[in-house]
Every structure is written in structure tokens, then in C-alpha cells.
């Protein structure tokens, strides 16, 4: 006696999709990703070199602020720590009164918050802020951050305020 035929397992399978087809849709996905990548790559560069610069450019006003608030001289400090300082080990930037240091971004803290990005120059620099929040002794200087092929630039003007140009 022949043996009956399920249909609606038979439906089933030819309800699926074949191999080819599997892996022509398998490719079409692979050349889309291909062409996103480096366009998400861009902007997670982009996300890192701007949040650099933000946050540098929020700690020059914060170091002002401090100064003007507190009516007592506030140190800006990058790349550096000045004599008499602990409390900031390697630090990329600080804020400090006296011997206090009020703010501080380590370059490991930097290198692993901003992952891939850099700051250029590397030189130290020291503002000092009086107690109107005014710059005493500062040139205009300009910091760039870099990761990959993205840069975010931030200026520290004569008075000691911060322009981002992004």
C-alpha cells in the first residue's frame, strides 16, 4: 500500500528559500555593509574628536568660571603639573588653586574616554585666571583634536575664553 503524502509538509519546504537564493541575498547584504563601514567609522571618529574638544573647551570656561566665583587666581594647566602639585599624575589638563588641584583629565583617563583620538601641539601651557575670570598671560593658542582622519580644533583666545571650531 503506498504510503500518503503529508501536504502541508510538502508546502512547508517549498514555502523556504533555495541555497542560491540564500546566498545571493547573503552578498546584496555584504556589499551594503561593505559601503556603510567606513561611513560609520567616519562618524565614530568624528563623535570622538568632537567630544574631545568639547569637554577641553568646557574646562577652559569651567577654570574661568572658578576663578571669578571663588575671586581667587586659577590655574589652566596642560600637558604639565606645576610645582607643589599633587593629585593629577600625567595629566592632560587640570584646574588648580594653590595647591589644589580642582579638575583633572589624565592622559590615560583621556586615551581611554576619547579612544583613538590625539592633541596636538603637546607642549605645556600654563593660563592663569585672576580673580575676574580674565586671563592674565595668554596668546591666543589653538589645540587640535585628531582621531583618524577627523580633526576638531579648539582656541583659547587672549582672554582666556575658548572658541570649538568644529
Not at 559601503?35 to 574631545?52: D, V
Not at 594653590?98 to 583617563?109: I, K, R
Request: glycine share 8%; proline share 4%.
Amino acid at each position: 500500500m503506498p504510503r500518503k503524502i503529508n501536504r502541508s509538509v510538502v508546502g512547508f519546504w517549498r514555502a523556504g528559500f533555495t541555497l542560491i537564493e540564500l546566498m545571493v541575498a547573503v552578498a546584496i547584504l555584504a556589499v551594503i555593509l561593505a559601503a556603510a563601514i567606513p561611513n560609520f567609522t567616519k562618524q565614530i571618529q568624528g563623535g570622538r574628536a568632537e567630544m574631545a574638544a568639547k569637554s577641553f573647551a568646557r574646562t577652559v570656561a569651567s577654570a574661568r568660571a572658578i576663578a571669578s566665583q571663588t575671586g581667587r587666581r586659577t590655574l589652566l594647566v596642560v600637558n604639565s603639573t606645576p610645582a607643589g602639585v599633587e593629585g593629577c599624575n600625567t595629566p592632560q589638563w587640570m584646574i588648580v588653586q594653590g595647591t589644589t588641584v580642582l579638575n583633572c583629565m589624565t592622559q590615560a583617563d583621556f586615551s581611554s574616554r576619547y579612544e583613538g583620538a590625539s592633541v596636538s601641539p603637546a607642549t605645556s601651557l600654563t593660563i592663569t585666571y585672576l580673580p575676574t575670570g580674565i586671563a592674565s598671560n595668554t596668546d591666543a593658542q589653538t589645540y587640535s583634536f585628531v582621531a583618524g582622519n577627523v580633526t576638531k580644533k579648539v582656541t583659547i583666545n587672549a582672554g582666556g575664553t575658548a572658541d570649538l571650531i568644529l
